[in-house]
């Protein structure tokens, strides 16, 4: 089991840039793929962004390609999401979430862990 916390959110300009963490406790952080989702008031929970256990794969939401970036560093287990070009509809609760598999899974059903979210507002 992994536990997750995230970190990095707050209160932006349209324009402007985050970086978001996420810890992971335990030592099989390298095993598990991780993932970065988001949920607006009144909206589904939808994916942001996804990486690999080994950090050699990657994908993105049609929404962020090109202005956000996942990446990981193993040795402090710990994921990033490096948010550029923010717009005020990138406004929600972020979350990053844990999986293992043999493919990229890019549902957040398909994640078994979660963190408890980070806010990121974005103003107009």
């Known amino acids: 089991q992994v536990q997750l916390v995230e970190s990095g959110g707050g209160l932006v300009q349209a324009g402007g840039s985050l970086r978001l963490s996420c810890v992971a406790s335990?030592?099989?952080?390298?095993?598990?793929?991780m993932g970065w989702f988001r949920q607006a008031p009144g909206k589904e929970r939808e994916t942001v962004a996804i990486?690999?256990?080994?950090?050699?794969?990657?994908y993105y939401a049609d929404s962020v390609k090109g202005r956000y970036t996942i990446s990981r560093d193993n040795a402090k287990n710990t994921v990033y999401l490096q948010m550029n070009t923010l717009k005020p509809e990138d406004t929600a609760l972020y979350y990053c979430?844990?999986?293992?598999?043999?493919?990229?899974?890019?549902?957040?059903?398909?994640?078994?862990?979660w963190g408890q979210g980070t806010q990121v507002t974005v103003s107009s």
């Open positions: 979430a844990a999986r293992r598999g043999a493919r990229i899974y890019t549902s957040p059903r398909e994640y078994h862990y």
């Open positions: 335990g030592r099989t952080f390298s095993t598990y793929d």
């Open positions: 990486i690999r256990s080994t950090g050699g794969s990657t």
